[in-house]
């Protein structure tokens, strides 16, 4: 090879090897995501406590994996029990992990007052702090006497256990979908609700997580819709329930977020 040839191959060589340095990079980079994620999600089912509830929290925003405003926990395999909403705030080297029930799915909401803590009412919390001493026992009776005190609706359905196993398969499922390499299945964006084994709720509407299949968030799937090829008819019609019975909560929250954020531009 002449040394004019070589000279004009040098470059395309070097950028054959940053390409694959780069390549190699960010596949290790994927590996380490993927064991904080897998690390995460075991500390969650073997030791619930306040410390992996909020890591899991953590890295779900992060890498934004939920949805920022609207992400919320299914605690109970009736479509009319209630969800779980758990924010974590974070302030310098400060965190508090609020968790509530109120502000979206049971009760009106100020766009311009828009706070995990509070619903329309700022002198009146619905939020509950998890307080760094408290343990999961402890956050569950405080969690229970708010749902008493408040008469919130299907409260005799709550579990705690259903809302850790839900945060837990969240972030496998939304970080399995964000890094796999079949594009086609799993929620496309930030997790609202992950509804069941087979579908989520994204911003864009209730979405199968088997199959490039999805129905959008403006309008009630009808009941009477029959059930997607490959999937399961009894959790497909616990998702048309769920799906419809917060679409419009979903909706309005959005809006709210677009009017919370015009308001403190």
């Known amino acids: 090879m002449s040394d004019a040839v070589?000279?004009?191959?040098?470059?395309?060589?070097?950028?054959?090897?940053?390409?694959?340095?780069?390549a190699t990079s960010q596949a290790e980079q994927r590996r380490a995501v993927s064991d904080e994620i897998a690390a995460a999600v075991?500390?969650?089912?073997?030791?619930?406590?306040?410390?992996?509830?909020?890591?899991?929290?953590?890295?779900?925003?992060?890498?934004?994996?939920?949805?920022?405003?609207?992400?919320?926990?299914?605690?109970?395999?009736?479509?009319q029990g209630p969800d779980l909403f758990a924010f974590l705030m974070?302030?310098?080297?400060v965190s508090e992990l609020w968790l509530n029930f109120g502000p979206v799915l049971f009760g009106s909401l100020d766009p311009t007052k828009w706070d995990p803590r509070y619903g329309p009412d700022e002198e009146n919390p619905v939020g509950v702090l998890w307080q760094p001493e408290q343990s999961a026992t402890d956050i569950v009776g405080t969690l229970e006497r708010h749902l008493l005190a408040d008469d919130i609706d299907g409260?005799?359905?709550?579990?705690?256990?259903?809302?850790?196993?839900?945060?837990?398969?969240?972030?496998?499922?939304?970080?399995?979908?964000?890094?796999?390499?079949?594009?086609?299945?799993g929620p496309r964006g930030p997790l609202i609700c992950l509804v069941n084994d087979e579908w989520?709720?994204?911003?864009?509407?209730?979405q199968s997580l088997l199959a490039d299949c999805?129905?959008?968030?403006?309008?009630?799937?009808?009941?009477?819709?029959?059930?997607p090829s490959r999937h399961s008819s009894h959790l497909w019609d616990d998702a048309i329930g769920y799906f419809n019975a917060r679409r419009q909560a979903i909706t309005a929250l959005s809006e709210a977020m677009v009017a919370y954020d015009l308001a403190n531009s």
């Open 42 to 79: 075991t500390e969650l089912r073997s030791a619930a406590s306040r410390e992996t509830v909020a890591n899991a929290l953590r890295l779900g925003e992060e890498l934004r994996l939920f949805d920022p405003h609207m992400f919320r926990l299914r605690t109970s395999a009736d479509v």
């Open 90 to 93: 974070e302030y310098g080297s």
């Open 214 to 227: 999805h129905y959008p968030i403006g309008d009630d799937v009808p009941t009477d819709t029959l059930c």
């Open 6 to 22: 070589q000279v004009e191959t040098a470059p395309l060589a070097q950028r054959l090897m940053d390409l694959e340095t780069l």
């Open 200 to 206: 989520a709720i994204t911003a864009e509407g209730l």
């Open 155 to 185: 409260r005799d359905e709550f579990g705690f256990a259903k809302a850790l196993d839900a945060l837990a398969r969240s972030l496998q499922i939304a970080f399995a979908a964000r890094s796999g390499d079949d594009k086609s299945a």
